[in-house]
């Protein structure tokens, strides 16, 4: 089955810099990739997602890259806030299966 | 738009016995998916369900079990509780043909 890795567990970045989080996979049939934020206490919320036939997608201070041949994507934040700290989870789907495998989330903090 | 709704919000059983959770969808949508989140743990995938039928299951062993109602509701059943069973079950909805996952604010279940 499907196993997604997550990296860095804990990442600590200063208010208005870059933060940069990264996930592999092993399923080549996986075509689906979200990224969700998780704020203490709350539900998982979705902030971006990819599908393997796109690179890259922006979505103002957030953007997704895919590299399908090296079967990595990356979470990339620029300008960070600090109601960007939260616990991010990336996750991955091959088509028509529909079961999300989850990475083991980045816990990110930004430094006032 | 009402949101992914879920019952009880904790829960708190001894070992051996059973719990029963309950999760409705958000309107129109007909695909429910549980999820269980362990302390320090990412997403674990337990359960699919579509139009009234299981899809898919995770790596669970039997005792986790569920069902979709005619509504598309859905109830998480665990039997004979293991203290490692202590968790936040997530349920997740979603629209036939879509791809996102929307997650309700879970159920904190603690075994003793």
């Known amino acids: 089955g499907e196993n997604v890795e997550q990296h860095p567990s804990t990442l600590s970045v200063q208010e208005g810099d870059s933060a940069v989080i990264k996930c592999t996979y092993s399923d080549s049939a996986s075509n689906y990739f979200p990224w969700y934020k998780q704020e203490l206490g709350k539900r998982p919320q979705l902030i971006i997602d990819?599908?393997?036939?796109?690179g890259e997608k922006k979505d103002q201070r957030i953007a997704v890259t895919l590299n399908k041949t090296a079967k990595h994507f990356s979470l990339h934040i620029t300008e960070t806030q600090p109601e960007d700290s939260a616990v991010y989870f990336c996750?991955?789907?091959?088509?028509?299966?529909?079961?999300?495998?989850f990475g083991t989330g980045t816990r990110l903090t930004i430094i006032p | 738009e009402a949101g992914v709704t879920q019952s009880p919000t904790h829960l708190i059983k001894t070992r051996g016995q059973q719990a029963t959770l309950r999760c409705s969808p958000i309107s129109g949508h007909t695909s429910v998916y549980w999820y269980q989140q362990a302390l320090g743990l990412g997403l674990q995938f337990l359960l699919w369900y579509d139009e009234g039928e299981e899809r898919n299951r995770g790596n669970f062993p039997p005792r986790f079990s569920g069902r979709q109602f005619p509504n598309y509701s859905s109830e998480l059943n665990v039997n004979a509780l293991e203290l490692e069973d202590s968790a936040l079950y997530l349920c997740a909805s979603k629209y036939r043909g879509d791809n996102e996952q929307f997650f309700g604010p879970g159920t904190r279940l603690t075994v003793l």
């Open positions: 990819i599908r393997s036939n796109v």
């Open positions: 996750a991955a789907s091959p088509f028509g299966n529909e079961k999300l495998t």
